[in-house]
């Protein structure tokens, strides 16, 4: 299940309208048409689109522009829902010293989670808890390489924004020079020249930048997922009790979190 994001197009707009009034403030309307350059935008925008081509390729380039609306419309990490399906599932397959993981066959039918899923029908194979876990794991290793291609891809793009800014801007002052006989064109030649320098800062610290980031922490946030599933499902296959499952869980999720579940593992142990 996924649910917008508002907060992160929320902030990039709103900081476009921060540096849109503090340019009208001080300068005016007249001000405002300076910092309109058709040829600045071109400049730093074409010119990382170049760089990012010969670093990584239209592939890695068309994977990142893909998982861009993940920033906008992020997957849900609901982690009491998590953690309560799991310690569900160890409390079930202790129910019948029969047919206590036969159980979790039946259970993974109404689990919509693949990663859980895939991580039940290991539990029911005959392999061994370290091989099931290093299974797991190289998935686990699998979707971070994934993820890192796309937020990498970002975070160059915001490294290489302010450099091409400055070649933009050398452009701008390599034509002034060759124009300084006329003094009274001096000035707003440095200025039209700067533009591209302030495109590629805004462009680098207001989009590329924090995009990379949000992407790097919605990965950060799947794989901590994922490792806590593996923490329930060895729990089950391992046979413990769910006590220690939730004392596992109680280590490594928040404090806030972690101390219900202590609550209920006092409350209730099997």
Not at 32 to 59: D, E, N, W
Request: aromatic share 8%.
């Amino acid at each position: 299940m996924k649910r917008q994001d508002f907060l992160t197009p929320f902030g990039i707009i709103l900081g476009f309208i921060l540096i849109y009034i503090s340019i009208y403030f001080v300068g005016g309307k007249d001000a405002l048409l300076a910092f309109i350059s058709v040829s600045s935008f071109v400049i730093v925008v074409g010119g990382v689109f170049c760089s990012l081509l010969v670093g990584f390729g239209g592939k890695e380039i068309g994977k990142a522009i893909a998982v861009v609306s993940h920033v906008f419309r992020r997957p849900e990490l609901n982690l009491k829902e998590l953690v309560d399906t799991l310690i569900e599932l160890s409390r079930k397959s202790k129910e019948n010293n029969d047919r206590g993981l036969l159980i979790l066959e039946d259970e993974a039918k109404h689990i919509s989670d693949p990663f859980i899923k895939k991580g039940i029908n290991l539990v029911l194979s005959p392999l061994s808890s370290e091989m099931v876990e290093s299974i797991m794991s190289t998935e686990i290793d699998a979707l971070r390489r994934r993820h890192e291609q796309g937020y990498r891809v970002f975070y160059k793009a915001g490294e290489m924004a302010p450099a091409w800014g400055m070649v933009g801007t050398i452009i701008g002052l390599i034509i002034m020079l060759q124009n300084i006989q006329n003094p009274a064109e001096i000035g707003p030649a440095i200025a039209v020249a700067l533009v591209t320098t302030f495109y590629g800062v805004l462009l680098a610290y207001l989009v590329f930048t924090p995009i990379a980031n949000k992407l790097y922490r919605l990965s950060e946030e799947e794989i901590f997922k994922r490792e806590i599933i593996i923490k329930a499902l060895l729990n089950i296959k391992e046979n413990q009790n769910t006590f220690i499952l939730k004392e596992q869980l109680e280590s490594i999720l928040s404090p806030q979190l972690g101390e219900r579940l202590k609550q209920e593992a006092h409350n209730e142990i099997r």
